[in-house]
């Protein structure tokens, strides 16, 4: 699996041009902190884009002076202090994961082990990983996710981590 976190969009909530961009990818941001402004294409009027959660921005689509769609989305903001860990169980095994069962987690790269519960467990499988041979997009995985608590500071999005799932009741 992978280290990930909830993210939310900033969105052009009507079309215009992108006056500024108040942000660089990496920054952190807080909820309805000004992340860009944009012209209104219809009034002239500057409209305040805003972080809708607190966290770090991990994706810019915009630069001064381009012109933005309505619903166009000029950034991406994690929720790092909600990091989770997200895992691949093969269909095979889907059907012994329930919800609340415990899991232990280790991070490999960091050498850290931490303890958490599983709270979500996907309806339907992940798409086969591009580039992926055909024998493996036969076997379908389900994302099943955990939260990581007491954060080490050194975790990041996208590291790597290993899980063994408790199914025994433990």
């Known amino acids: 699996g992978r280290v990930d976190a909830p993210k939310a969009a900033v969105v052009a909530v009507t079309a215009g041009r992108l006056r500024s961009v108040e942000v660089a990818e990496g920054d952190t941001v807080d909820d309805d902190q000004i992340v860009g402004w944009l012209e209104d294409a219809a009034t002239g009027a500057s409209v305040a884009l805003r972080a809708p959660v607190n966290g770090v921005v991990t994706t810019l689509n915009g630069r001064r002076g381009e ?3 309505a619903g166009a989305v000029l950034a991406e903001v994690h929720e790092i202090s909600r ?4 895992l691949e169980v093969e269909e095979t095994r889907i059907d012994e994961v329930v919800l609340g069962q415990r899991v232990e987690l280790t991070f ?3 050498g850290v082990r931490a303890t958490s519960r599983v709270v979500e467990i996907a ?14 997009k036969k076997v379908r995985k389900f994302a099943v996710k955990a939260p990581i608590e007491d954060v080490d500071p050194r ?3 996208g590291v790597a981590v ?3 799932i408790f199914t025994d009741g433990s």
């Open 67 to 69: 012109n933005l769609v």
């Open 108 to 110: 490999p790269t960091l």
């Open 123 to 136: 309806p339907r499988p992940l798409p086969p990983e591009a580039g992926a041979s055909e024998r493996t």
């Open 155 to 157: 975790l990041r999005l």
């Open 162 to 164: 290993k899980a063994r």
């Open 83 to 86: 990091l989770q860990a997200v």
